[in-house]
């Protein structure tokens, strides 16, 4: 005897065999809290080595070529510029000391690199001393056959009108000459017991040598 079950109009029924399907999983408010808290961590961590491995982000100052950040070695230095000295072991002029300018560029705006020559020429403003440096794109000392990475004024071969001209190339050259690494390269001018580390604001590109690039290969 067959018996049948009477269901209500327009209900269905679920073919043998079939599961009824469930929705996607909700996480669990641990699983929220421990994700919420790694996405800030790995953006917080990446914000902050992005913004400490460029150039200083805030007080600088340009002229021409040249860029200087000169309260970065005074009381007034902002946390990004203390925490890029501490990252880098660097110990940045006082303002009492000097000024340093660095380039990473020439004086038409195009990137410093190897494959061509340039010519560093022109005055600086009044200082004791100065020197001229040559580093690698990561900002390290270069290490060529010479066993030297720049040049003072005590030893620059000074030309008229108290003018010098540095020949920056891979290949030997007559005079002021310094040899250039492989690739990309950036130059700091370091002015020490100078007025203008006060008066940084005021530079203009024609208070500082010009870079002028020559030949490329």
Do not use: H
């Amino acid at each position: 005897m067959t018996s049948t079950i009477n269901r209500a109009p327009g209900s269905r029924t679920r073919p043998p065999g079939n599961k009824p399907t469930r929705g996607p999983r909700r996480l669990s408010t641990a699983a929220l809290v421990i994700y919420a808290c790694s996405l800030g961590l790995l953006v917080g961590v990446g914000s902050a080595f992005y913004a400490v491995s460029a150039d200083y982000p805030l007080g600088s100052v340009t002229a021409g070529p040249w860029k200087a950040w000169p309260k970065v070695g005074s009381t007034e230095a902002d946390p990004y510029a203390r925490a890029m000295v501490a990252r880098r072991g660097e110990i940045p002029l006082a303002i009492g000391e000097g000024l340093a300018l660095n380039a990473s560029v020439d004086s038409g705006g195009e990137p410093l690199d190897a494959r061509c020559t340039y010519r560093v020429a022109g005055t600086t403003p009044s200082a004791r001393l100065w020197t001229l440096t040559v580093y690698d794109s990561e900002r390290r000392l270069i290490q060529t056959g010479l066993g030297r990475s720049g040049m003072t004024s005590a030893e620059v071969l000074w030309g008229d009108e108290d003018e010098f001209n540095i020949s920056l190339s891979r290949n030997l050259e007559p005079g002021n000459w310094i040899q250039l690494p492989e690739g990309r390269f950036t130059l700091t001018l370091r002015l020490y017991d100078t007025t203008a580390a006060a008066g940084a604001g005021s530079l203009e590109a024609d208070d500082l040598p010009r870079i002028d690039r020559g030949e490329c290969s």
